[in-house]
């Protein structure tokens, strides 16, 4: 069974960075796909970059796009969320998800596996 626990979430003031784990175990496939999502209270849980779990076929969210990338180390079984240049409104629970399957999209509903989230909050 695949197994999914994220980290690196925190407090940091707009223009800052973090980067986000999300580190691997059990049943995952380098050729899975690898989903990050986040949701902020009251809001819809949104999809906001995907890829192969080994790298490549990446995908942003247009709020996110030129600012956050999706990084890898095979070697450590762990995927990354670099996040730049960061937003009052980059505050959320972030989730990381895969799936099985070549396609890597941005819903939700695609991915059955996920991690328990870690919170970014960015301040102004």
């Known amino acids: 069974q695949a197994q999914l626990e994220e980290s690196g979430g925190g407090s940091v003031q707009a223009g800052g960075s973090l980067k986000l784990s999300c580190a691997y175990s059990g049943r995952v496939l380098r050729t899975w796909c690898l989903g990050w999502f986040r949701q902020a209270p009251g809001k819809e849980r949104e999809g906001i970059a995907t890829?192969?779990?080994?790298?490549?076929?990446?995908a942003y969210a247009d709020s996110v796009k030129g600012r956050f990338t999706m990084l890898q180390d095979n070697a450590k079984a762990t995927a990354y969320l670099q996040m730049n240049s960061l937003k009052p409104e980059d505050s959320a629970m972030y989730y990381c998800?895969?799936?099985?399957?070549?396609?890597?999209?941005?819903?939700?509903?695609?991915?059955?596996?996920w991690g328990q989230g870690t919170q970014v909050t960015v301040s102004s």
């Open positions: 890829g192969q779990i080994s790298g490549g076929r990446e």
């Open positions: 998800a895969a799936k099985g399957g070549s396609y890597c999209s941005l819903f939700e509903a695609d991915f059955p596996t």
